[in-house]
T-cell receptor, first 114, second 115 residues
Framework: EAQVTQNPRYLITVTGKKLTVTCSQN?????MSWYRQDPGLGLRQIYY???????DKGDVPEGYKVSRKEKRNFPLILESPSPNQTSLYFC?????????????FGAGTRLSVL | AQSVAQPEDQVNVAEGNPLTVKCTYS??????LFWYVQYPNRGLQFLLK??????LVKGSYGFEAEFNKSQTSFHLKKPSALVSDSALYFC?????????????FGTGTRLKVLA
């Protein structure tokens, strides 16, 4: 089954404790992206990747890192989480970086930073 | 700069009535426009998109959307709402001609279909 898999689904952590949210897709997609969803703000793009070893900042990249060493994986790293990073996070992938391509979303990771 | 506006936080409609969820956009070039739906505790699912051509786009579950270039709008519509259509709807835009790889999403509109 074609899917985007995020882990963990739920995470509670404390300020400053490094964490990684994993994202994996099995569709051989080139384009992958991370979003955060906050009430009243909708989805905001954090980082995206056009292909292996090619990443760029979205609209809210501060406090986040990403890497794309393999085509299928696109982990989101919070080196020193802060309470303002408490949010619902979504990973998405699409066939290529062509803007007309549909994005496929993971089920989401709900993060609470205390 | 790209932007998307969904002016209504919530839309209530009676089952069987037509529904409209509004979206306006701003891009410097030509737009690629999308509608996604989010059911509780789920990720977003694609509904429909406008790339080029016919201004009326038909999508999943009986939804359609009309692209209006002069009004820079891409409103989502359905002739007869179902209770199961109740969900959170997001409009998104990407600039087709500026070379950007970013997507901009609206703030979302919660649709409530009342039985």
């Amino acid at each position: 089954e074609a899917q985007v898999t995020q882990n963990p689904r739920y995470l509670i952590t404390v300020t400053g404790k490094k964490l990684t949210v994993t994202c994996s897709q099995n569709m051989n997609h080139e384009y992958m992206s991370w979003y955060r969803q906050d009430p009243g703000l909708g989805l905001r793009q954090i980082y995206y990747s056009m292909n292996v070893e090619v990443t760029d900042k979205g609209d809210v990249p501060e406090g986040y890192k990403v890497s794309r060493k393999e085509k299928r994986n696109f982990p989101l790293i919070l080196e020193s989480p802060s309470p303002n990073q408490t949010s619902l996070y979504f990973c998405a992938s699409s066939l290529s970086d062509r803007g007309s391509n549909i994005q496929y979303f993971g089920a989401g990771t709900r993060l609470s930073v205390l | 700069a790209q932007s998307v506006a969904q002016p209504e936080d919530q839309v209530n409609v009676a089952e069987g009535n037509p529904l409209t969820v509004k979206c306006t956009y701003s891009v410097s070039g030509n737009p690629y426009l999308f509608w996604y739906v989010q059911y509780p505790n789920r990720g977003l699912q694609f509904l429909l998109k406008y790339i080029t051509g016919d201004n009326l786009v038909k999508g999943s579950y009986g939804f359609e959307a009309e692209f209006n270039k002069s009004q820079t709008s891409f409103h989502l519509k359905k002739p007869s709402a179902l209770v199961s259509d109740s969900a959170l709807y997001f409009c998104a835009v990407r600039d087709a001609t500026s070379g950007t790889y970013k997507y901009i999403f609206g703030t979302g509109t919660r649709l409530k279909v009342l039985a």
